[in-house]
């Protein structure tokens, strides 16, 4: 699935990268796409028009239901900046409730609210604030309250959203994985975390299970991976279902290295 995904996002890449050229170019693009081996056997569709006088610049099987997969990217991204608008800004806030007394003890609780910010801690997204960076700046809003300890609970509230994590067509091979990570008012770290394992010395042996970043409270493994050759690459998976703490690792890693980490979506963020 995994090489599935990046052989369509480099077509949809390419394509796009030529429909700006005279047509001669684009057709010249897509009769090279047409002769590759890799795509002999696969199913795609390019289209492409004007926005304004909606002329057809290329249409070739663009009457085709295909998955878009990473390609969708670029039309939600497009719907939220018409819908919402360029200036738009999500909104994520802490709250407090019960009384500070003099030492600065908080008798209540705090809780996070979540707005619907998919860059919440993401060290992906230009102008986004990484998890650690994140967590620094909400305990310095809480000390600018006067609170210095807490006797009460720390408590998410994902509730912007109703609470359907992931589509029901989605696959079991991805929906554990990062690139199936699902959606939440509350996201946070890309609703990803990293799964680290020390590969066997012999290959076949079993991978060792040695932590997350972050750390997943609960999250459990039952642990099936594998030690692939030197250079073979991630070919591991992690399957789990939103909102489950059980998980079933799959597949192999590469040998050769002292640690190797796999990518993962968090069951609950």
């Given at each position: ?74 039309f939600t991204t497009a719907i939220a900046l018409n819908t919402l608008g ?184």
């Amino acid at each position: 699935m995994k090489n599935i995904i990046l052989i369509i996002l480099l077509l949809f890449v390419s394509v796009t990268q030529a429909i700006p050229q005279r047509y001669s170019h684009i057709y010249k693009k897509i009769n090279e796409l047409k002769k590759s081996k890799v795509l002999k056997h696969g199913q795609w569709s390019v289209y492409a028009e004007y926005v304004k006088s909606g002329k057809i610049i290329i249409s070739l099987n663009s009457e085709e239901s295909l998955a878009p997969a990473s390609g969708l990217k670029a039309f939600t991204t497009a719907i939220a900046l018409n819908t919402l608008g360029k200036n738009y800004r999500y909104i994520t806030r802490l709250y407090y409730d019960g009384t500070i007394n003099a030492k600065g003890i908080l008798e209540g609780n705090i809780y996070i609210s979540g707005g619907g910010d998919p860059t919440l801690g993401s060290n992906m997204v230009k102008g986004s604030l990484p998890l650690d960076s994140l967590m620094l700046t909400w305990v310095n809003a809480i000390k600018r309250k006067g609170i210095k300890k807490i006797y009460g609970g720390v408590y998410a509230s994902p509730f912007f959203f109703d609470g359907k994590r992931v589509p029901d067509y989605w696959n079991w091979e991805d929906i554990g994985n990062y690139y199936g990570a699902g959606t939440s008012s509350l996201s946070i770290n890309n609703n990803m975390y990293k799964l680290y394992f020390k590969p066997s010395r012999n290959i076949g042996g079993k991978a060792i299970v040695l932590r997350t970043e972050p750390v997943i409270p609960g999250l459990r493994f039952i642990n099936n991976m594998k030690t692939g050759k030197p250079g073979s690459g991630d070919n591991g998976y992690i399957y789990c279902a939103p909102n489950q703490f059980n998980a079933s690792l799959w597949g192999s890693i590469p040998a050769g290295k002292s640690e190797f980490y796999i990518k993962g979506s968090i069951p609950d963020p």
